[in-house]
C-alpha cells in the first residue's frame, strides 16, 4: 500500500509534526506501507506571517490535483489545515477520494494569540475541514473529548512514540550550571508561553534549547537564563538525563513530544494541567502538575526518575504506526495485517 502524506509543515522546520511524520513514516516501512510527501519544499513558498520560519506553498488546486494524480496512491491523508492541506482536501471531495485528516495544532488558539480573531470563527472552520473526511486522528483523550464537545465527529486516537534508546538516563552528566536544573525544550515563539517558565522563582538555574522568533526577545528579557540554541540530537539526549526537571509551559499543545523524549531520559515533567501533559503524567507519576507552575516544578523535583523512565516506555513508534493503519483502513473499507 502507499500513502501520500500531504503537509504544509515539513523540513527544514523542527517540530513535533515533522518528527511525527518522520518516525512514522520509518516504521511503517516495517509494515510494506510506503509513504509519498507532498510538501512546500516543491513550491515557490511565502513566510507565514508574524512566523518566518514557517513557508506557505504558492501554488492552485489544479496542481495539486496533477500530483496527487501522479503519485498513483492508495490513500490520502492530508496532515495540516494549510494551503496544501485545503487544496488536497478538495481534491478529494471533488474526486470523490476517501481522506483521513490529523489534528496537530491549536490553531485558533494560536492565532488569537497572534491576532484579533475570535476562536469561535476559527473552531468552526476546523470542524468542517476535518468532519467532510473519514476519520481525524487525535493524540490525547483529553484533546478529543475537547474536540467532540466542539462538535468535531469521527475522532481516532494516535499516540505517539519515543526512541528509548537514544533517550535514556545513562547519559547524565555535569552540564556545568549550578543545580537544580531546569530545562525547557522546543520551538522560542509566543504559542509556547515561555515567560510562564522563565518568570518563575526557581532555585538553581533555567535552560532554554531551541531556535524561533521570540529568541532575541527573550535572552534580552531574561539575561539570567541560559539560552542554548539548536542542539545535535546526540548533545541533547545527553541535556535531557542531566537537568533535574524538564518544565512544559505551553497551554496549547497537543501532545508534546519532549514531554515523553525528556520522560524516557529520566527526568521528571512540571506542566499545567492541560492536554498533553494531563493525558501524560496527570496522575503523579513521572511529573507534576499544577495551576501554580512553580508548585508543580518544585513538586517534581522530587518525583522517582525511576518512574519517569517507566512512563516513557509505554509509548512507542509500532503503537502510533498500528493507530494509524486502523483509521487508514476504516477509511478505505479494508482489513490487513501488519507484519510485526
Not at 265 to 281: E, L, M, N, Q, R
Request: aromatic share 8%; glycine share 6%; proline share 7%.
Amino acid at each position: 500500500m502507499r500513502i501520500l502524506m500531504v503537509t504544509d509543515a515539513w523540513r527544514p522546520q523542527v517540530n513535533g509534526v515533522v518528527h511525527t511524520l518522520e518516525r512514522l513514516s520509518e516504521t511503517l516501512k516495517s509494515f510494506d506501507i510506503e509513504t509519498d510527501f507532498l510538501t512546500p519544499n516543491i513550491f515557490r513558498t511565502l513566510p507565514l506571517p508574524t512566523y518566518p520560519d514557517i513557508r506557505l506553498a504558492l501554488t492552485t488546486p489544479h496542481r495539486v490535483a496533477q500530483l496527487i494524480e501522479a503519485r498513483k496512491v492508495d490513500h490520502i491523508h492530508i496532515v495540516t489545515e494549510g494551503p496544501l492541506g485545503i487544496m488536497a482536501r478538495r481534491y478529494c471531495r471533488n474526486a470523490g477520494r476517501p481522506f483521513t485528516t490529523s489534528y496537530h495544532t491549536r490553531f485558533p488558539e494560536y492565532l488569537s494569540a497572534r491576532l484579533p480573531v475570535p476562536e469561535a470563527w476559527a473552531y468552526r472552520w476546523l470542524r468542517d475541514f476535518h468532519n467532510s473526511g473519514q476519520g481525524t486522528l487525535v493524540a490525547t483523550q483529553s484533546l478529543a473529548d475537547d474536540l467532540a464537545a466542539r462538535g468535531f465527529t469521527k475522532l481516532r486516537p494516535w499516540t505517539r512514540g519515543v526512541d528509548t534508546d537514544h533517550f535514556r538516563p545513562d547519559k547524565r552528566k555535569d552540564l556545568g550550571f549550578p543545580g537544580p536544573i531546569f530545562l525547557c525544550v522546543g520551538r522560542v515563539a509566543i504559542e509556547k508561553n515561555l515567560p510562564a517558565f522563565l518568570d518563575l522563582d526557581l532555585p538553581g538555574s533555567k535552560l532554554v534549547v531551541g531556535e524561533g522568533p521570540e529568541l532575541a526577545r527573550l535572552k534580552a528579557r531574561y539575561p539570567d537564563a541560559h539560552f542554548l540554541g539548536h542542539r545535535p540530537n546526540d548533545e541533547l539526549a545527553e541535556i535531557y538525563a542531566s537537568a533535574d526537571v524538564f518544565v512544559f509551559p505551553s497551554r496549547t499543545d497537543t501532545f508534546g513530544n519532549v514531554i515523553i523524549e525528556a520522560l524516557a531520559s529520566g527526568t521528571p515533567v512540571a506542566a499545567y494541567p492541560v492536554t498533553g501533559p494531563i493525558d501524560i503524567v496527570g496522575d503523579g507519576i513521572g511529573g507534576a502538575v499544577s495551576d501554580d507552575l512553580r508548585q508543580a516544578a518544585l513538586a517534581a523535583l522530587h518525583v522517582d526518575r525511576a518512574e519517569a523512565r517507566q512512563r516513557a516506555m509505554r509509548y512507542s513508534w509500532k503503537a502510533c504506526a498500528e493507530m494509524f493503519m486502523e483509521t487508514v483502513e476504516e477509511a478505505l473499507g479494508t482489513r490487513r495485517k501488519l507484519a510485526a
